[in-house]
């Protein structure tokens, strides 16, 4: 197998790394050689964070280079803008409908970009969903991260992973069924 690899950008607080780690945990118990690699940045205060993941037979890096990514998960749409660059010309996104005014829109310096989508969706194949809305529905908007994990890993078609018991591993035993439902909400999201 090829070396694939994935970045999933947010912000801080939206469950980007968690989701990431999750991912990894699931890549090494098939056996694959994964290395990921996290910037946090000024995370704690709202800003950008990204999470690179590349797996394989054999990987020497955890770093993506521009152009070299198979798959970005936008945790938050002016996030895959920023991020684009990323891509490759034949990468796949999946963006969740949502928006987080960074620190400098919320202050009021700045304007909410407009377009973030068409943008995406010009230039990328794209897998558009309101994953916050999906968590809401579920009851409890908390489960965001794992509703977009649902839709990444059913974009990446690594069906032979079973991540129900990957995410029953992770995650607490009280929010066991609700991250399953939202994998699964995740999932189905996908078409």
């Avoid at 694939?4 to 947010?10: C, F, Q």
């Avoid at 993941?53 to 152009?67: A, Q």
């Avoid at 796949?92 to 700045?110: H, P, R």
């Avoid at 909410?112 to 908007?141: Q, R, S, T």
Wanted: with cysteine; aromatic share 8%; hydrophobic share 45%.
């Amino acid at each position: 197998m090829n070396t694939k690899s994935a970045i999933l950008v947010g912000v801080g607080g939206q469950g980007a790394i968690l989701t990431a780690k999750v991912f990894v945990n699931g890549l090494m118990k098939k056996g694959y050689d994964v290395k990921m690699s996290e910037v946090h940045g000024m995370s704690q205060r709202g800003g950008s964070v990204s999470t690179q993941v590349r797996w394989g037979e054999k990987v020497y890096s955890p770093l993506i280079g521009g152009g070299e990514s198979d798959l970005m998960v936008a945790f938050e749409k002016m996030e895959a803008v920023r991020y684009a660059n990323y891509l490759k010309p034949e990468g796949i996104a999946v963006i969740n409908d949502y928006e987080l005014a960074s620190s400098t829109i919320a202050a009021g310096l700045c304007q909410y970009p407009e377009g973030c989508l068409e943008a995406m969706k010009k230039n990328f194949k794209c897998h558009v969903l309101n994953a916050a809305d999906i968590a809401i529905g579920l009851g409890n908007a908390k489960c965001m991260n794992i509703v977009l994990f649902g839709a990444m890993t059913k974009t990446l078609a690594l069906e032979d992973i079973n991540w129900e018991e990957i995410i029953h591993e992770t995650v607490p035993p009280k929010f066991l069924e609700l991250n399953l439902a939202a994998f699964h909400a995740g999932r189905n999201a996908v078409r």
